[in-house]
């Protein structure tokens, strides 16, 4: 038999210059050639089907994320097509324009004095499927609940990217991609037949808590599966795919106006991407690897070549420096890894103040609610634009500072009290912001070691809700302070973007396996960002 020999990558070059393993047998020996997954797609060569297909799948999923978040903008909308009865009229009810029943005073004090409820007793919408406001009956008092629906949405999503990122390093990105895609099924199709308040508060919490899931997962599968210098093309496209979904709200919202039905249509997506996941979406192998897997990852791989119509290295063995105990604990035992992580949650944590403040503070434009949706879903596709350049020419550290530091300064200019300079900073600020969604995303799921990628980047996900949550506050708090909530958001940013100097470039570079991998990062020539 013979003997095994194994051969360095070192000095093997293939096209245009790069490294590639040795793969070549000799007369007397065999030679073992052994590669890391980031060695094997860079020798597969460029984006193929197989990715080309991961691409698509996970673009109509993140237009699904879009779709599924902003689902309250149509289904919870004001329905301003109602009058007062009778019988409302003789104890003192009054109709104002652009106002719902409840909001004005005289109208509450009805309630309160007679305890009944006023929805088709002393007044009555023209037709109350418009939206769940009208069409549940519930007492002015309690009308705060439905402005819970937004919030409750970012509290699923906040205990969802935890609980789920966890669960894929566990079980596995598909298997978790399935679950949490699975219950976002399971809820989109429960909302349009019950008509509860409660029901639906259920239903929005879980909705936000499968997003955390399948829209996170999705990402680092992307990522996992690409090519080094093609990770930033992959990840921005997704980004923007997510932006143009989020625009396109607005035309279900057009096309199905009563909320039912638009309930019902935005429940079609999901239900038609379950089996398609379930057929084509693929393990990670990486993870694979990490459990120690590797006939499986190298099967994964292997067909990867197939598809892509490619061959893989003769005698192919795969390694990794994989650490099997990796942990939230060693994240805590590790001085750099634990500033890291916190210096990126804070990324996240203002990346997601900056976009929703100013998405919850804009909502009392003037003009027709359709035509403001797409204009705010289409501000960002610039902002997806900038993030992939300014990634291709200085890498992901450097760009998002500048693109932080610049949204700090919109905000921050946005404090000076003239309607035209506020809406001109809000627009550079919405472009801003979905550039930093896109870098952030692809930085955490490039800097964490394997075993912890997805409980890392869930983690700062996760304060990214934290900051959803807080943002209407902010955005009510500028009816009375229109000033300081500027200053304060803005300063913050600026500070966010100082911290941003103590974490290190992960562009170009392969993603760590191990604690020790990641240390490396500091230590490692800075690579071409366009690689």
């Known amino acids: 038999m013979s003997a095994a020999k194994y051969e360095s990558l070192e000095g093997q070059t293939g096209e245009e210059g790069e490294e590639v393993p040795l793969k070549d047998v000799k007369e007397d020996e065999l030679v073992v050639s052994r590669y890391k997954i980031d060695d094997v797609l860079q020798y597969l060569g460029k984006v193929g089907r197989f990715q080309i297909v991961l691409i698509i799948l996970m673009s109509v999923i993140a237009s699904i994320a879009a779709l599924r978040i902003l689902f309250d903008l149509f289904a919870a909308k004001n329905n301003f097509n109602w009058s007062c009865t009778e019988e409302g009229e003789a104890l003192g009810c009054i109709y104002e324009e652009e106002k719902m029943p409840c909001d004005i005073s005289n109208n509450s004090a009805i309630e309160d004095s007679t305890g009944k409820i006023g929805n088709g007793l002393y007044w009555t919408f023209n037709d109350t499927r418009e939206s769940i406001k009208s069409d549940i009956k519930m007492a002015c008092k309690d009308k705060s609940k439905f402005t819970l629906t937004s919030s409750i949405f970012f509290i699923g999503a906040f205990f969802g990217v935890w609980g789920f990122g966890r669960l894929s390093d566990i079980i596995g990105r598909r298997k978790t991609l399935l679950i949490s895609l699975g219950i976002c099924v399971l809820q989109a199709w429960v909302i349009p037949f019950f008509k509860n308040i409660y029901v639906y508060l259920a239903c929005r919490c879980l909705d936000g808590a499968a997003f955390g899931g399948y829209f996170l997962i999705g990402f680092v599968l992307e990522v996992e599966y690409a090519p080094p210098k093609y990770r930033n093309t992959i990840g921005t496209a997704l980004h923007f795919i997510t932006s143009i979904g989020m625009a396109m709200i607005a035309a279900w919202g057009y096309f199905f106006p009563l909320w039912r039905d638009y309930a019902i249509a935005l429940a079609v997506p999901p239900t038609i991407m379950f089996p398609l996941c379930f057929f084509f979406a693929p393990e990670s192998p990486r993870y694979c690897l990490a459990k120690g897997d590797e006939k499986e990852a190298l099967s994964l791989l292997t067909k990867v070549a197939r598809t892509n119509k490619q061959e893989m290295p003769s005698n192919c063995e795969l390694y990794e420096d994989v650490d099997t105990a990796a942990s939230l604990t060693d994240v805590l035992k590790n001085p750099r890894l ?188 800075k690579p071409d960002p366009k690689v």
């Open 338 to 525: 634990l500033r890291c992580g916190l210096i990126n949650m804070g990324g996240w944590f203002m990346t997601s103040l900056v976009y929703y403040m100013l998405w919850f503070s804009a909502k009392n434009l003037a003009g027709s609610i359709y035509v403001n949706a797409a204009v705010l879903g289409v501000a960002e596709l610039p902002g997806r634009v900038f993030a992939f350049i300014l990634m291709e020419k200085v890498g992901r550290k450097a760009s998002f500072m500048a693109s932080m530091g610049l949204a700090a300064t919109c905000v921050l200019i946005s404090a000076y009290d003239n309607a035209t300079c506020r809406k001109v900073m809000y627009g550079f600020g919405k472009a801003l912001s979905g550039s930093l969604w896109a870098i952030i995303y692809l930085y955490s799921s490039e800097m964490y070691p394997t075993k912890i990628r997805n409980l890392g980047s869930g983690i700062g996900a996760a304060s990214a809700r934290v900051a959803a949550l807080i943002a209407p506050f902010i955005g009510d708090a500028l009816t009375h302070s229109p000033i300081i909530p500027y200053i304060v958001v803005g300063v913050a940013g600026f500070l966010c973007t100082v911290t941003f100097f103590y974490v290190p470039e992960t562009g170009g570079k392969d993603l760590p396996q191990t604690l020790a991998e990641f240390d490396n990062l500091f230590h490692k020539k």
